[in-house]
């Protein structure tokens, strides 16, 4: 009996992702948070909509026993850098910390491929 909770499930890995939660036996219950509905209906599934920039508004909200974030955008979508690593960067920070006050005991954070701190490029 666990609650997995999930950012970026309206994402393309996010949304298979949570099709993968719900099928899954091991969550009884899955709750997203997203700035807009998933289009999913499920007995297990829960949404919450949240504008990540205001955490003080869904922080209390974050309470499971394991998170995975699928969270994250392209330069395109986002139209500058900032705005990207807002994104990338800021929510997913915001995100994990609410998951730590909350006793969350498990983060899952699907990046990159070759994300690294020492990359030239922005994304990487």
């Known amino acids: 009996m666990s609650t997995a909770l999930l950012i970026g499930a309206t994402g393309l890995v996010g949304s298979h992702l949570l099709e993968r939660l719900l099928s899954?036996?091991?969550?009884?219950q899955v709750v997203s948070f997203s700035r807009r509905p998933t289009g999913r209906a499920?007995?297990?599934?829960?949404?919450?909509?949240?504008?990540?920039?205001?955490?003080?508004?869904?922080?209390?909200?974050?309470?499971?026993?394991?998170?995975f974030s699928a969270l994250g955008t392209t330069l395109a979508q986002a139209g500058s850098q900032e705005a990207q690593r807002v994104i990338d960067y800021d929510y997913q920070l915001a995100f994990a910390k609410a998951a730590a006050a909350g006793g969350v005991k498990g983060y899952a954070l699907c990046s990159s491929s070759g994300a690294d701190v020492r990359s030239r490029v922005f994304y990487s």
């Open 42 to 67: 499920s007995p297990k599934l829960t949404e919450h909509l949240v504008d990540f920039g205001t955490p003080g508004n869904w922080a209390s909200l974050v309470r499971g026993d394991v998170a």
């Open 24 to 28: 899954e036996p091991r969550f009884t």
